[in-house]
């Protein structure tokens, strides 16, 4: 068996970036973030471990400071958390800070708005809560519910596949051939180079193993488009979610991770693959375990 890493995998530098603020202003006692600062269990756990605490509402938070997650926030809620009369501390990703800024001027230019994202992602909240109205699509079925207008101006999620984005800036096109259609592509440089790079790898791989939080939007979309190329995929949060089962000696495993994913727990997975890979004979023993506590259970 044998096991290559991609070119561009895990923590990018916004995630660093917000990490490292929050734990530094927690040196002064403990702060609370407003949701998840990043969707990652093991970086949830690091934050704890250092007094950055979650809360999903500013109702429930512990005194001190509050801070804004690296996916960002709407000028509603900023001030909603300025009125509260807390210090802000704000971790927003400056390429989501640039998401905003091109969706505003589409808005000041006359443009319809447009996000292609998931419904209900804090980053798309974010996004679109300080507009009257706009349009959030992610499939063609939605491109064609939409009404029609003059003008769309199309900005996207930053973890969202490019590809798909372009899709269906393509298919808002054809819908609508008399209206205009301004694109303004915010798909962060780091989640084009980690989706090309899985993608790369899945074409040569036998098996992908996706590294995130199960409820990262990036980490679902690194494997969505891994098994676009790969047969056998498998998204794991953590080296103890790895099964024996799924390799096979003469396999080629390919690890990708999500932006939110620390290098520690990356290099644990590596380092529990490589270890069945040197050892053939302990992949075998760990099928054989495997296999005897499935039948313990069993019974």
Not at 196 to 209: E, K, N
């Amino acid at each position: 068996m044998r096991i290559q890493k991609a070119t561009h995998l895990g923590m990018c530098f916004g995630v660093r970036d917000a990490i490292a603020l929050a734990t530094r202003e927690a040196r002064h006692g403990p702060v609370t973030v407003l949701g998840q600062l990043v969707h990652n269990p093991a970086v949830i756990d690091h934050l704890r471990r250092h007094h950055v605490f979650t809360a999903e509402s500013l109702a429930d938070a512990r005194p001190g400071p509050v801070v804004i997650s690296a996916h960002g926030a709407s000028d509603i809620t900023r001030e909603r958390l300025r009125q509260s009369g807390r210090p802000v501390l704000e971790t927003t990703c400056p390429l989501v800070h640039h998401a905003h800024r091109a969706l505003a001027k589409l808005v000041a230019d006359g443009f319809h708005p447009v996000v292609v994202g998931k419904r209900g992602h804090v980053e798309v909240r974010g996004l679109t809560e300080d507009l009257p109205e706009y349009d959030i699509i992610l499939s063609r079925e939605e491109v064609h519910a939409l009404r029609e207008r003059p003008r769309y101006g199309v900005v996207a999620q930053t973890t969202q596949p490019v590809d798909r984005v372009l899709r269906l800036v393509e298919a808002l096109r054809h819908r609508f051939p008399h209206s205009e259609v301004r694109f303004s592509d915010t798909v962060c440089r780091p989640t084009k180079d980690r989706q090309q790079a899985a993608i790369d790898l899945a074409r040569r791989s036998t098996v992908m193993v996706v590294i995130g939080g199960a409820n990262s939007n990036n980490t679902r979309e690194l494997a969505t488009s891994c098994a676009r190329f790969c047969r056998r995929v498998h998204q794991i949060e953590s080296a103890e979610e790895l099964r024996p089962a799924w390799f096979r000696s003469n396999d080629l495993v390919g690890i990708t991770a999500g932006t939110s994913t620390p290098d520690d727990v990356i290099g644990k997975v590596e380092g529990t693959l490589r270890g069945w890979a040197h050892h053939a004979g302990e992949l075998k023993r760990a099928c054989r375990q495997e296999e005897s506590h499935a039948a313990i259970h069993a019974i």
